[in-house]
């Protein structure tokens, strides 16, 4: 979607007119405010600027255009609010090139008969029914694997290429369909032999396409409406043993594949998700056909994949409660953690399904009844990191402790609610018996890498819902002032180190850059120009954090170098905290040279912090 339908949309409508028919908005200075539709609250701190044509939460941290605020309210995407927004603007959106359409109608229907074809492999040859049999070793009943219209791939470089020519496809339909690939003369790619079986015709033998799925056994993947959209393939038996073949292959993106934007089996489960009310997540093929057939129906899997903003996004149009299955050793992974932070962040309430055995297709395999009874056990997510914690690390040495407290505080810091935040924090205490104090201080400074946080798509990017340290709050507030009233507060020194939240630092760096003689409107338009998205939205956000209140320009000095003073004493009294841990480490090891070091380092930031606190008693 091109920039330019958006912003003619944007300049028909007003954010109050398109809001105001879903909030009551009352005036508050130069903008509106309300309660906020998205949580739950009892005074307004829900706040619209109309010069700025955005609306943010102080109360939660949402926050974007009229793009972001009709997709969260009516639960829709992007395109359905631009199509929504584009009718109420009176903008038309061109329709789709029908030549694209036909294109897609012919690819659904090369994926259509490509399934065919391998469920009849998989039913009707030899090797097809070594890997009928492997499955249903594996568990898995006759009927499911119709039902799930399971397939096989013959070890053969052209079968599916030269079958679906004989029914009228081109190669290059084919190849977009993502079933066969190009060769490439002089790469590395696969090749086939030239020499090919059953005596073909040697012109057949110098064709430059080769399937893609070779040996496999082949998940077709569905829309949600059911329709083949792309392929997974499975390699097993003998072949899975070969260190260079990959154990599963799956369909390149595609016109009608987006890998991250797919569920699979979300066409069979999405109405079990809404009448219970909850969403289970499987990782592969077999674990969620193996969940159907235990009678697990509201369950999806992500294909192996972190889940994504837009997996929530579809999901999140069914139920809000997610349980999501994981073996206990995951809780280190990146992945795991990412896609369980992101669902949290998105206000799904998020359990985990801890499993012993490696994966819900072995434990249906083992016990059917087993899968029910473990989703209904699941656990809130602290107990899967406390208890992964835990179990890895030795709770009694130094060095466990450190980890251990790298672990939670971490996933704790990424709570979104305050109390539980501190129940938690409670519980961490208790259990590695530390000052609760030092562990709410040390969690202070851990910063969650703003760059994990997904992007909605579009071109209406949000500000996360993060939790703000005193530190964070204050730079915030800081950088907000100056970048509202930048003359009066030039003589005031500050550098881009003062800024320990990177976003910040950068867009400090940014706006000295572009200072010169600018101000107000002019200097942001400056700053948006040489800003990426994600940090644009954030100067609107800070500069209408400040508009709240008026000010004068005595007040603004005051104010600003006050926050400095705060700020610079906060980060050495945390800077202080972090040392009198490693003085206690380091007097637990005896060590003394380090605990020489350090006391002397401690020192230095006493006196530092001494001699602030006493200029600011002068002043
Ligand atoms: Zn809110």
């Known amino acids: 979607m091109s920039d330019g339908v958006i912003d003619q949309i944007k300049q028909k409508l007003d954010i109050l007119e398109v809001l105001g028919e879903y909030i009551r908005l009352t005036k508050a200075g130069r903008n509106w405010k309300a309660r906020c539709p998205f949580h739950a609250e009892k005074t307004a701190s829900f706040m619209v600027s109309p010069e700025r044509q955005i609306w943010h939460c102080f109360g939660c941290g949402l926050g974007g255009d009229i793009f972001g605020f009709v997709m969260k309210i009516e639960g829709v995407e992007f395109g359905d609010a631009l199509r929504l927004l584009a009718r109420k603007a009176g903008v038309v959106l061109k329709k789709q090139d029908p030549q694209i359409q036909s294109q897609k109608k012919r690819l659904y229907e090369v994926c259509e008969l490509a399934a065919k074809f391998f469920e009849t492999q998989l039913h009707k040859t030899a090797a097809g029914k070594k890997a009928y049999q492997y499955l249903t070793e594996r568990g898995m009943k006759p009927g499911v694997i119709k039902e799930w219209r399971l397939g096989w791939a013959h070890d053969n470089w052209r079968a599916l290429g030269d079958f679906l020519k004989s029914r009228g496809y081109k190669d290059e339909e084919i190849e977009v369909a993502g079933l066969i690939i190009k060769r490439e003369e002089n790469n590395n790619s696969p090749r086939p032999p030239l020499n090919l079986r059953g005596g073909e015709r040697s012109e057949r ?49 595609t016109p009608l594949y987006d890998k991250s934007s797919v569920l699979y089996g979300l066409n069979r489960a999405k109405n079990e998700i809404r009448v219970k009310d909850l969403g289970v997540i499987v990782e592969g093929y077999m674990d969620l056909i193996m969940s159907h057939q235990a009678g697990v129906i509201n369950a999806v899997a992500s294909s192996g994949t972190a889940l994504t903003e837009s997996h929530l996004n579809i999901i999140g149009r069914y139920s809000k409660n ?252 945390n800077q202080l905290t972090e040392l009198s841990f490693d003085i206690r480490d380091a007097q637990q090891a005896k060590d003394k040279d380090k605990l020489g070091k350090l006391l002397k380092k401690f020192n230095l930031i006493s006196s530092e912090l001494t001699k602030i606190t006493a200029s600011q008693a002068d002043n």
């Open 205 to 253: 033998a110098l064709s430059h396409y080769y399937d893609r799925f070779r040996s496999r056994i082949i998940f077709p993947i569905f829309d949600s409406q059911g329709q083949v959209i792309a392929f997974g393939g499975r390699i097993f038996g003998e072949a899975a043993k070969k260190e260079d073949m990959a154990k599963y292959l799956n369909s390149p993106q």
């Open 322 to 573: 997610l349980a999501m299955a994981f073996d206990s050793d995951e809780a280190g992974n990146m992945a795991t953690r990412r896609s369980i932070d992101l669902a949290s962040r998105r206000d799904f309430n998020v359990k985990v399904i801890l499993m012993d055995a490696k994966d819900p297709a072995d434990i249906v395999k083992k016990d059917p009844d087993e899968w029910p009874k473990l989703i209904s056990g699941a656990k809130s997510v602290m107990d899967f990191y406390f208890s992964y914690a835990f179990a890895r690390q030795d709770d009694k040495s130094s060095d466990g402790k450190r980890e251990i407290r790298k672990i939670l505080l971490t996933a704790i810091k990424s709570l979104a609610s305050r109390t539980e935040q501190s129940e938690w924090l409670k519980e961490l205490a208790r259990r590695l018996r530390v000052d609760e104090r030092d562990l709410l201080a040390d969690m202070q400074k851990i910063r969650i890498d703003e760059s994990e946080r997904g992007q909605s798509p579009g071109g209406a990017p949000e500000v996360p819902a993060a939790v703000k340290t005193r530190l964070e709050g204050l730079e915030e507030r800081f950088l907000g002032l100056y970048l509202n009233h930048p003359q009066p507060l030039a003589d005031i020194v500050v550098a881009e180190e003062d800024f320990q939240n990177e976003d910040l630092a950068r867009i400090f760096k940014e706006l000295k850059k572009c200072l010169g003689n600018k101000k107000g409107e002019e200097l942001l338009a400056a700053l948006r120009k040489s800003l990426k998205p994600e940090l644009k939205i954030k100067i609107e956000y800070l500069a209408l954090q400040i508009e709240q209140h008026e000010r004068t320009e005595k007040e603004i000095i005051q104010e600003a170098a006050s926050c400095l003073v705060e700020l610079r004493l906060l980060r050495l009294k």
